[in-house]
């Protein structure tokens, strides 16, 4: 099972970046998916999830409205639109699966 993050990257506030999550090893198009961060000093916490076919998302008080969770089952892989950024939302972002995690992408909100 792989599952590889990609996309983060330096953003300033108020700007946007893309996540993607490139799934292999397990069947990806019948998995629900989530998508989780970890700031320095804090907890992981999801921040966003979707069902196996994307048409029921759920989302953390502190994203919503902001991030946008998707999926291309096709593709096998896992998007984080991220818009309206927050120097608070600086932190590792995971793609993870309800057994597997990935290694993680930073990122960073700073002007």
């Known amino acids: 099972v792989q599952l590889v993050e990609s996309g983060g990257g330096l953003a300033q506030p108020g700007g946007s970046l893309r996540l993607s999550c490139a799934a292999s090893?397990?069947?990806?198009?019948?998995?629900?998916m989530y998508w989780a961060r970890q700031a320095p000093g804090k907890e992981r916490e999801i921040v966003a999830s979707?069902?196996?076919?994307?048409?029921?998302?759920s989302y953390a008080d502190a994203v919503k409205g902001r991030f946008t969770v998707s999926r291309d089952n096709a593709k096998n892989t896992l998007y984080l639109q991220m818009t309206s950024l927050r120097p608070e939302d600086t932190a590792v972002y995971y793609c993870?699966?309800?057994?597997?995690w990935g290694q993680g992408t930073q990122v960073t909100v700073s002007s």
């Open positions: 993870k699966s309800n057994a597997y």
């Open positions: 979707i069902n196996w076919s994307g048409d029921s998302t």
């Open positions: 090893g397990f069947t990806f198009s019948r998995s629900t």
